[in-house]
């Protein structure tokens, strides 16, 4: 699977661009502000109706105008025709001209991957990056989990709503919390199971790269202590019976303080929680381990390749890292890379590279 072709419709700074790929690696060459990186965000956006940059939709529309359109062609066995419409009101998605009705029925089509610079904050940052990141890649490859996610995060909305008011029938409390318990035994399944593919992929390639010296291992952590039995049935009795035990905490407090919302990832190193611990070196590796991983995670679970976007990375790789990415991505994968120059890329390593170049939102190819 590749993206063959792409148009754009005031999108950022691209008021009318198309632009045809190369199925192997395309490098996107220019200045800041000058619009590589929407390039590169313009295919996020196409595969999961979301920017990995920004969460707010009308930072993607062209300024002083109504709506975003991206187009393009893709090819599988056959060509398909994707297309993402975004209005300051909503989103319309279709596939082979057939719009679908919901975006949950979309997104997963066109599978991606996307590396950059401030994908180390899944090491580094908020236990809801890590959640987004598993999120994220779950959805892709299971539009159920989607829903599920979807329908969790409705019913914790409700239910935190429900517990401020004066007066709580417990009735219907009581259903709220059923459901909630139902929902996070089900997500926690899923994660759970996506957890133990990707340390398998992960801990591989890590200690590949740091040439057998790091051991990568992955906790998921749940307010579930000592989850050994994953089966939704088993897991479900297990919520129920926290939210019995802390019933009074969440009417004293008046929000939801359990559930899958609150849980976390954690990476060691060699025994070590590389987020505490770990050298920007031994950082930077079992990023890119996870990212890589989540390539070959996809294959396994879809039977296809997602596309891989390099925004802005490998100028940050040292020359080990960045042979282990490119020769592992090469005549794989499609790769977009986005960079200022090329001094920072190991041509060598890349075989009939397609460049591009980027300049005041107008796109150009040798």
């Known amino acids: 699977m590749y993206v063959e072709q792409l148009s754009l419709s005031h999108f950022r700074n691209y008021t009318k661009q198309t632009v045809e790929f190369s199925p192997k690696i395309n490098i996107m ?11 590169i965000e313009a295919l996020h956006v196409l595969a999961l109706t979301k ?8 930072d993607l ?4 105008q109504e709506f975003t359109k991206i187009d393009a062609l893709i090819t599988k066995q056959n060509k398909i025709p994707l297309q993402l419409i975004i209005h300051h009101k909503g989103k319309k ?16 089509f066109l599978k991606v991957v996307v590396f950059a610079p401030e994908d180390l904050d899944i090491i580094k940052g ?6 987004k990141f598993i999120d994220m890649q779950l959805g892709q490859m299971n539009k159920l989990y989607l829903n599920y996610l979807s329908t969790y995060q409705k019913t914790l909305k409700q239910r935190n709503t429900y517990l401020k008011e004066a007066q709580l ?18 997500i926690l399944h899923y994660r759970l199971a996506y957890i133990q593919q990707i340390t398998h992929y992960a801990s591989t390639i890590n200690l590949s790269i740091s040439q057998q010296k790091d051991a990568l291992s992955i906790a998921y952590i749940s307010q579930l202590d000592n989850v050994t039995d994953t089966s939704i049935d088993k897991l479900e009795q297990r919520f129920m019976q926290l939210y019995h035990n802390n019933k009074e905490k969440e009417l004293y407090q008046r929000k939801t303080l359990y559930g899958i919302h609150r849980d976390d990832v954690i990476f060691y190193v060699n025994g070590k929680n590389v987020h505490d611990f770990g050298s920007q070196g031994q950082q930077r590796t079992v990023a890119l381990s996870v990212k890589l991983a989540e390539i070959d995670s996809i294959f396994d679970q879809t039977g296809e390749y997602p596309i891989l976007l390099l925004d802005d990375v490998l100028s940050e790789l040292d020359d080990l890292r960045q042979t282990y990415l490119l020769k592992t991505v090469e005549n794989k994968v499609q790769t977009f890379i986005t960079t200022t120059n090329l001094e920072g ?10 460049i591009f170049h980027i300049k005041e939102g107008s796109v150009t190819y040798d």
Do not use: C, M, W
Not at 51 to 58: M, V
Not at 126 to 131: S, V
Not at 345 to 354: G, T, V
């Open 29 to 39: 060459i220019g200045e800041n502000a000058q619009g590589k990186t929407n390039l």
């Open 51 to 58: 920017s990995h940059r920004t969460h707010n939709d009308k």
């Open 61 to 64: 529309i062209q300024f002083q």
């Open 93 to 108: 998605a279709s596939i082979g001209k057939i719009e679908q009705k919901k975006l949950s029925d979309y997104v997963g």
């Open 126 to 131: 908020t236990p809801a990056i890590r959640r």
């Open 169 to 186: 029938d417990t009735v219907y409390f009581d259903i709220l919390t059923e459901e909630l318990a139902k929902l996070s035994a089900i």
């Open 345 to 354: 890329i190991q041509k060598h390593l890349i075989e009939q590279p397609k």
